[in-house]
């Protein structure tokens, strides 16, 4: 069974960085495409970013475009959202999820396995 655990979230000052990882224990994660997802207060969840299983082809919404950088290191069966000049908007719990199978997509009824979340604050 695949389980999978965010970390590196936390609050952070408008212009700053975090990197997010996704740890996956289980299963080998290379067969399996990531998308990274995130929920704001009062919203629904949107997709933020996807990566194919092998890591060749990515996918971001229009809203962090050249600011996230999502990347995966399958030896160490993780998966890494680099977020660079963070807004008060990209305020949020972020999730990761897993699907066995090549190609990634920004539909969240394509994941079958979640992780809990970890909370992102951009603040002053």
């Known amino acids: 069974q695949l389980q999978l655990v965010e970390s590196g979230g936390g609050l952070v000052q408008p212009g700053g960085s975090l990197r997010l990882s996704c740890a996956a224990s289980?299963?080998?994660?290379?067969?399996?495409?990531i998308g990274w997802f995130r929920q704001a207060p009062g919203k629904v969840r949107e997709g933020v970013s996807c990566i194919s299983s092998t890591g060749g082809t990515t996918t971001y919404a229009d809203s962090v475009k050249g600011r996230f950088t999502i990347s995966r290191d399958n030896a160490k069966n993780t998966v890494y959202l680099q977020m660079n000049s963070l807004k008060p908007e990209d305020t949020a719990i972020y999730y990761c999820a897993a699907h066995w199978g090549i190609l990634a997509t920004m539909g969240e009824g394509e994941y079958d396995y979640w992780g809990q979340g970890t909370q992102v604050t951009v603040s002053s």
């Open positions: 289980g299963v080998a994660l290379e067969y399996y495409a």
